[in-house]
């Protein structure tokens, strides 16, 4: 089992809607990331979480560490919101190095 | 936020060439720098950590005489891939912190290697 799971795998929406992506871990940890890799290979750092809710813009982070549990949302999709989304945790004995995600593939139509 | 770039962004070589990634935190001081490489549809995979002034740790797999880090200023760090082979083709990707106890990474845009 991966350290850090990632839910859906893939997604499609219709323009407009709310978007909801999950990230589950099984290690104590000091941070999460969210990032955002578009189709070019660019990453684009999101949120880093320790705790509570982060908002920018359209996209809200939240994190509950006693559940293990982060989910980033989107409020009125984008096509441009269309792009591969990456949890990445800091494991409290990890020297520093982050524990990806596999990322979610999230695609908006118009 | 802080910033990170890198350069080459896209660089095509012949096997057996060496190529030379430069990463550079610009407007903040990096004491530790990190390198991933991210193969096709895959997550990315930590390579070495760097610290400025001191010799880069590596990942177990990854060959330290293959892949070069130097780390020799508090706002570059560099990645040679030596004798570069088509296996090496990949998206090599740069993170920087200001302190190590700063958790924060700040992500390079990135850099595709083709190895033909």
């Known amino acids: 089992k991966n350290e850090v799971e990632q839910s859906p795998q893939n997604l499609t929406a219709q323009e407009g809607e709310f978007i909801t992506i999950n990230c589950s871990y099984s290690v104590g940890i000091s941070a999460l990331h969210w990032l955002q890799q578009h189709p070019g290979g660019g990453i684009v750092s999101l949120f880093m979480?320790?705790?509570?809710?982060k908002k920018h813009g359209r996209l809200i982070a939240t994190i509950n560490i006693q559940e293990k549990h982060s989910s980033l949302h989107i409020t009125a999709s984008h096509p441009r919101d269309s792009a591969v989304y990456i949890c990445?945790?800091?494991?409290?004995?990890?020297?520093?190095?982050?524990?990806w995600g596999a990322g979610t593939k999230l695609i908006i139509k118009p | 936020g802080a910033v990170v770039s890198q350069h080459p962004s896209r660089v095509i070589c012949k096997s057996g060439t060496s190529v030379k990634i430069e990463c550079r935190s610009l407007d903040f001081q990096a004491t530790t720098m990190f390198w991933y490489r991210q193969f096709p549809k895959q997550s990315l995979m930590l390579m070495a950590t760097s610290n400025e002034g001191s010799k880069a740790t590596y990942e177990q797999g990854v060959e330290k005489d293959k892949f070069l880090i130097n780390h020799a200023s508090l706002t570059l760090s560099t990645l040679t891939v030596t004798s570069a082979h088509p296996e090496d083709s990949s998206f090599y990707i740069c993170s920087a912190s200001w302190t190590i106890l700063q958790e924060t990474q700040y992500f390079g845009p990135g850099t595709r290697l083709l190895v033909l």
């Open positions: 979480l320790s705790s509570g809710k």
């Open positions: 990445a945790v800091r494991a409290l004995d990890s020297n520093y190095q982050l524990i």
